[in-house]
Nanobody, 115 residues
Framework: VQLQASGGGLVQTGGSLRLSCAASGIFFRINGMGWYRQAPGKQREMVATITSGGMTQYADSVKGRFTISRDNTKNTVYLQMYSLTPEDAAVYYC??????????WGQGTQVTVSS
């Protein structure tokens, strides 16, 4: 399984970014997918997940600002992020979400938000 995350970068407070995660080596359409993030000195936390059927779940801190989506024709999951704040700065990882939890972590993409 390979998960290639991209789309991170440096933005100003209030800006937006769209992260992408391309998956290979899995039957993508039957798997739940998720985005997680880890800031320096903090534990990795769930940001958003999407089931194979398209049901979504968000961390309270990003509800209304972030949207997770998937394109099964491209084996890709996206995270559209709006109204970014310095508290959103972290390395963002995508993962396959299984019944037992997230697995098969990608390499991560850095999101930096300047104040």
């Amino acid at each position: 399984v390979q998960l290639q995350a991209s789309g991170g970068g440096l933005v100003q407070t209030g800006g937006s970014l769209r992260l992408s995660c391309a998956a290979s080596g899995i039957f993508f359409r039957i798997n739940g997918m998720g985005w997680y993030r880890q800031a320096p000195g903090k534990q990795r936390e769930m940001v958003a997940t999407i089931t194979s059927g398209g049901m979504t779940q968000y961390a309270d801190s990003v509800k209304g600002r972030f949207t997770i989506s998937r394109d099964n024709t491209k084996n890709t999951v996206y995270l559209q992020m709006y109204s970014l704040t310095p508290e959103d700065a972290a390395v963002y990882y995508c993962a396959v979400v299984k019944v037992t939890g997230p697995d098969n972590w990608g390499q991560g993409t850095q999101v930096t938000v300047s104040s």
